[in-house]
């Protein structure tokens, strides 16, 4: 049988609700060049079913299992088990256009990893989509002013290149696409914008609780790279303050008692300053 050129990565875990809608955005993609592997991370018994089902319609897919929790272990795992010569990711939860595949792998080559596109009007409110920030239109987003970086859940890369960077990072404590895209520019790799075909509409979350532990999460990985970037001597040891957040998380917190838009955007605000806080103690920066 002819080997695929594209391995499509899709981790999955939890009741999966929306697994479906991505394997209807997928199907028409899916050809003797193009297979998917599902990484079944931990996925409930409610969704056991639907990644059955989503399997089926996709080729059929195959489904590997990783145990260690966390997008980064499913992304190796399902890289790891991997036919294709490239590696594209996208994540169980959200919908890609017609020609995603094809977008992406239009751009990428040895050397170049292929950055897409993202779009969060289609599927989520438009009070949700102003309380967070949209990625640039016209190049990948920029580290710290640093290196480009790639989102996790919308990339491509080949497999050789995957392997020389040693895929994403494991531990929970990185941010994972912030983190590849670090060990990327220190290859000496470019990451390139591709083009509007490979557009992701990508889900939000729309939950305070959930907002709150992401926003930790993300905060106080962010104050990690700056440390390593310090550690670098690539930047100050002090951060400018983030002084607009904090205003933000002031002038939301009033409203928080009776606007589902102000409590979210106070969520994802106070759980991202409280990350970068507690993180800039732990590693001796100032990056709140």
């Not at 002013?145 to 080949?158: K, Q, S």
Request: net charge positive.
């Amino acid at each position: 049988m002819t080997e695929p050129r594209v391995t499509v990565v899709v981790p999955c875990a939890g009741d999966l609700v929306h697994l479906e809608a991505l394997a209807d955005s997928l199907a028409p993609q899916i050809d003797g060049d193009v297979e998917v592997v599902l990484v079944d991370n931990h996925v409930s018994d409610a969704g056991s079913g639907r990644l059955a089902a989503a399997a089926a319609a996709l080729g059929p897919a195959r489904i590997v299992a990783e145990e260690q929790p966390g997008i980064g272990p499913a992304r190796n795992a399902g890289a790891a088990a991997a036919r294709g010569g490239v590696l594209a990711f996208v994540d169980a939860d959200d919908v890609t256009s017609r020609e995603w595949v094809a977008g992406l792998t239009a751009t990428v080559s040895p050397g170049v990893v292929a950055a897409g596109r993202l779009e969060y009007d289609r599927l989520n409110p438009a009070w949700l989509v102003a309380t967070r920030g949209r990625q640039p239109r016209d190049g990948p987003y920029v580290c710290e002013g640093l290196f480009p970086v790639a989102p996790g859940g919308n990339l491509a890369i080949t497999r050789a290149d995957f392997d020389d960077v040693g895929g994403f990072a494991a531990d929970d404590r990185s941010l994972e696409d912030f983190d590849l895209g670090l060990r990327v520019w220190d290859a000496g790799m470019t990451v390139r914008l591709a083009d509007a075909r490979a557009t992701l509409h990508y889900r939000l979350r729309d939950s305070p609780p959930v907002l709150y532990r992401q926003g930790a999460r993300y905060g106080a990985a962010r104050a990690a790279m700056w440390a390593e970037l310090h550690r670098r001597g690539l930047v100050r040891r002090w951060a400018r303050p983030g002084w607009r957040s904090w205003l933000v998380l002031l002038l939301s917190l009033p409203g928080a008692v009776v606007s589902r838009q102000r409590r979210c955007m106070a969520a994802w605000v106070l759980g991202n300053r409280v990350g970068r806080v507690t993180a800039s103690i732990r590693h001796r920066v100032l990056y709140v």
